[in-house]
T-cell receptor, first 110, second 117 residues
């Protein structure tokens, strides 16, 4: 499986956009990029996933570079409730396993 | 919004005792997963069910752990006997199916926090 690299932590201001980077330089053509987050003492929450094209839903936007070697998760208007560990995961479409790394601890400050 | 249910939320037990965790997946989800998350780390898959059948239990410590999903709906994970190193969060997840990105998004429950004394 391709591995991902994420910064261990980042801060952002409430009300501003939060841009979370993820490097996946060895990603294969059939591997998707998934994002989950885990608020303290809760189970992981699915955010979004994509293959090549940029994706947007009610929670976030996912921007994948043309060469697919990196991606950015964008939380458009961060709130205090977005404070969590964010996991970027690459996964082959037929592989059921989610391989979680260390993630990025995002702290939203008032 | 449909959710994965787990109980209990917290469990404290002494080593060598037996413990059991229960999971009720989202209605209609054929695939069910049990993960273990040690404090400070990401979750790791223990076992996966497709309906009532085990698809993958390669990471399940079978000398002390067992999992079942008898009717293909809810599931139970058991540890007997519990050891100090089993202290962790036990997470259940479910997905509609397990092949194909349109159906295999996994949705997690709140977890059971196990403390072994």
């Amino acid at each position: 499986d391709a591995k991902t690299t994420q910064p261990p932590s980042m801060d952002c201001a409430e009300g501003r956009a939060a841009n979370l980077p993820c490097n996946h330089s060895t990603i294969s053509g059939n591997e998707y990029v998934y994002w989950y987050r885990q608020i303290h003492s809760q189970g992981p929450q699915y955010i979004i996933h994509g293959l090549k094209n940029n994706e947007t839903n009610e929670m976030a936007s996912l921007i994948i570079t043309e060469d697919r070697k990196s991606s950015t998760l964008i939380l458009p208007h961060a709130t205090l409730r977005d404070t969590a560990v964010y996991y970027c995961i690459v996964r082959v479409s037929h592989d059921y396993k989610l391989s979680f790394g260390a993630g990025t601890t995002v702290t939203v400050r008032a | 919004e449909a959710e994965v249910a787990q109980s209990p939320r917290y469990k404290i037990t002494e080593k060598s005792q037996a413990v059991a965790f229960w999971c009720d997946p989202i209605s209609g989800h054929a695939t069910l997963y049990w993960y273990r998350q040690i404090l400070g780390q990401g979750p790791e898959l223990l076992v996966q069910f497709q309906d009532e059948s085990v698809v993958d239990d390669s990471q399940l410590p079978k000398d002390r752990f067992s999992a079942e999903r008898l009717k293909g709906v809810d599931s139970t994970l058991k540890i007997q006997p519990a050891e100090l190193g089993d202290s962790a969060m036990y997470l259940c997840a479910s997905s509609l199916a397990y092949r194909g990105p349109s159906t295999d998004t996994q949705y997690f429950g709140p977890g059971t926090r196990l403390t072994v004394l």
